[in-house]
């Protein structure tokens, strides 16, 4: 009776539809052992189930069959029948039955990881892991259309990508050849969509984005018809939405191509296409509109544009523009109302007082310092920086134009700019007005230094400003005591300006302290690093002091910053000169030939240096050009009818002292030299009426004379006897000439001796033997014609670097040229001597007494008292 449950009293009606027979499962037809089995064998009986089926734990209720509920009254043989497992006929479990050793499922339908086939000790496995890893998915093919198409589309948006990568990096033939490539390869895609039948699917934005991609690299590579042409292709083409907009692309490229009118009919018709929501587009196609109608030279249109544009939405370019318009045409009044138009121009940035910490709050301070140097900051200050660029750029235009006098222009565009948010441009406007008057050399007004000078008394700033431009202005004066001074007042002002430390260190440098003056080039160096002017002159500096390689390290260094200065190669040149190294001046010669292949110093250079390599060929090449550039060249006129003598060619060389002639026609050694050309030449004719000549010139010279009795001589004529004559009186006039000279001389010494003697002083010998003081050693420059550089200096080259110097004027001093035969010797002779290039003496007598060594010295330095190279950078 232990095993006998009663009825509930109440059965629950809606019990046992949710029972499920596994045997329907056809899902579990693998997992069914009994199945397997009879698929396998012959037998096609399935085995009896095996399976107990206990009852449930929930007392009180029956085990329930298909059939109903049964009574559990009746005899034992009923009760024990209860107790076996009550399968019904499709082998289906009873309702509430389980498993031996399995969980109760929560729904008899479809279990989730339960089975049928499950049996004691089984592990619960809801994903089915234990049956081992997925099997790996099937790849799509690619021989389908659609997926061809997709690889297509793939392949030309990665060459578009391509296309664009490779011009932001600046490889402009690259981008184009990846836009064709894109290009080809959707005309491949479009073929492939018609022969697969989805014309009607053609996207249309990928062919607009490799049209417009194309068309841009087109006009990059600046291929303007090709870059038209596709253009064109994309506007006539209806499918394509906005493409009237690419019309200002092909504008663009017809101002390129210098086709004003058609580019103006093209933004106008963009113009038309751009509806007035779009304000900003149309305010941009206007302004182009307008500068294609100032290159044009229609100013009155281009006026028409601009007075719209600064009416519907003001701008500082096209203000700028505007002004520039009036000025052209000279309406003076309208040019002050577009000034005051223009100083209104909101600027829509930020006040800078919004970037200085306050004291008290940490947390702010470190938000201004991270903000303070931000791309916006950056932004603010650039476009701040190009208004103010723009209205002092108007302001010095208009300023001679507006009133009659450029100073009363100036005041009235200061008042208005006061009067502004550009307070701060007030002053530079009033420095800009004195740098005018030192522009047009208006120093008998002083204007410019009473201007200069009204801004000491005002900030730190604008004083260094106003003193270093004294400085300077007092420097080119040559008053270098005033130049000393507001270079001062500039450090002073602003110890870290570096143009007031180079000027104060060329006031030094010209007192001859070059120390002092490479310490102020240096500071000035420290200050800006990149300050050329300093660098420049502390190479002359060391050049100065003897300190070659210091110079030569200086100069290279201002040579990587500026690589096509000529004067930077020149300095670069003469240092390997003074170096002794003529190949390395040789170089940089040519790479300086290269900047100004017609600078005709720098060809005579070369030549000078090929000369002393002992290459006559290289040399009377460069001297050749130097000759056709500059003709008046004596040194070169010389070196060249000397080089054509050397080689037996008289008849040219007469072309080159002729001109010597027409430069020195005080001089007779040239005319001497023409008739000697003639005379070796075998014109003796010509040679005869050469002298002639020279003798109506210059009666009393004996060289001339000794020549036209020679000539007389061997050709028979008559007025031998005469100038025979005439030769024995200049003769014995110039020996009694030089016999009082050298009286005098012997009286002077003997009075100097005895002067000597009486005051116990050193004798006339060991005084010429003292050395030189060094207050008495002088730079020394003559003054030539310079080549044609940029003016970065602002005095001129250093006297060292130019064949004109002192070491250039010594050695055609001592330089040394072939001469003509002698008295004694025949026409035809060809033995030559080396002479004196300061004089020349055909026949070998002296044509003039040549200068002692010390009296060229005292010369010279009389001439390097009277003129200083000034060959520093003021700023």
Known sequence: MEHLHLAAEEDDLYSGYNDYNPTFDSEELDNDAGFQQAVRTSHGRRPPMTAKFPGTAIGGRALGTSF??????????RLLKSRMPMASSMGRPMTGAVQDGAARPMTAVRAAGYSSAMTRGSTF??????????????????????????????????????????????????????????????????????????????????????????????????????????YQVIVKNKMFSNAGRLKVNMANIHFKQKNYPKA????????????????????????????????????????????????????????????????????????????????????????????????????????????????????????????????????????????????????????????????????????????????????????????????????????SAAATNLSFLYFLEKDYDQADRYADLAMTADRYNPAALINKGNTVFVKKDYEKAAEFYKEALRNDSSCTEALYNLGLTYKRLGRLEESLDCFLKLHAILRNSAQVMWQLANLFEMLEDPHQAIEWLMQLITVTPTDPQVLAKLGELYDSEGDKSQAFQYYQESFRYFPSNIDVIEWLGAYYIDTQFCEKAIQYFER??????????????????????GNYQKALETYKDIHRKFPENVECLRFLVRL????????????????????????????????????SARGTRREGSASSVCTPDSVRHLPKKDSEVDIKAVSHPEPKHSPLLAQGRDSGHSSHGTSAKGERLSAKMRALPGSNEPYEASSQRDIDASYVDPLGAPMERPKTAAKKRNEEDEFADEELGDDLLPE
């Open 264 to 463: 103006i009919k093209l933004y106008r018709m963009a113009l038309d296409q751009i509806s007035n929501s779009h304000k900003e587009m149309r305010i941009k196609i206007m302004q182009n509109i307008g500068v294609v109608f100032i290159r044009m030279g229609q100013y009155s249109d281009a006026i028409t544009s601009f007075e719209h544009i600064m009416s519907e939405c003001p701008n500082i370019k096209t203000g700028f523009n505007l002004i520039l318009c009036y000025y052209a045409i000279g309406d003076r009044e309208r040019m002050k109302k577009a000034f005051q138009k223009l100083i209104c121009v909101p600027l829509g940035i930020d006040e800078e007082d919004k970037y200085i910490p306050p004291n008290d709050d940490t947390h702010a301070n470190l938000v201004i310092e991270a903000i303070k140097n931000d791309k916006l900051h950056q932004m603010e200050r650039e476009r701040k920086a190009l208004a103010e660029k723009f209205i002092m750029t108007s302001a010095k235009l208009i300023a001679p134009a507006i009133e009659v006098t450029f100073a009363a222009g100036f005041d009235w565009c200061v008042d208005m700019v006061k009067s502004s948010q550009y307070v701060e441009l007030a002053n530079d406007l009033e420095i800009n007005k004195a740098i005018t008057y030192l522009r047009q050399r208006d120093f008998n007004q002083l204007e410019a230094v009473e201007t200069l000078k009204t801004f000491e008394k005002k900030d730190s700033r604008v004083k």
């Open 712 to 747: 007389c001589t061997d050709m028979g004529m008559k007025e031998v006897q005469d100038y025979a004559t005439k030769l024995k009186k200049v003769e014995k006039m110039k020996e009694i000439r030089e016999q009082r000279v050298k009286s005098a001389r012997e009286g």
């Open 125 to 230: 496995d809801p994903l089915g892991q234990s049956k081992g890893p997925a099997p790996p998915l099937e790849g799509k093919s690619e021989d389908t259309p659609d997926e061809k198409v997709k690889i297509l589309e793939k392949k030309v948006n990665d060459l578009i990508e391509e296309s664009c990568l490779a011009h932001g990096l600046g490889d402009l033939q690259l981008s184009l050849d990846r836009a064709k490539e894109a290009g080809r390869k959707e005309r491949a895609l479009v073929r492939q969509r018609e022969q697969s039948g989805n014309a009607d699917h053609i996207n249309l934005d990928l062919t607009y984005s490799v049209l417009f991609n194309l068309a841009t690299q087109y006009a990059n590579n600046d291929m303007y018809a090709e870059a038209l042409n596709t």
């Open 660 to 681: 010597a002639t027409l430069i020195q026609p005080t001089q007779v050694k040239w005319q001497l030299m023409v008739a000697s050309c003639y005379r070796r030449s």
């Open 68 to 77: 109903g509920v049964e009574s559990s009254f009746g005899c034992e043989s």
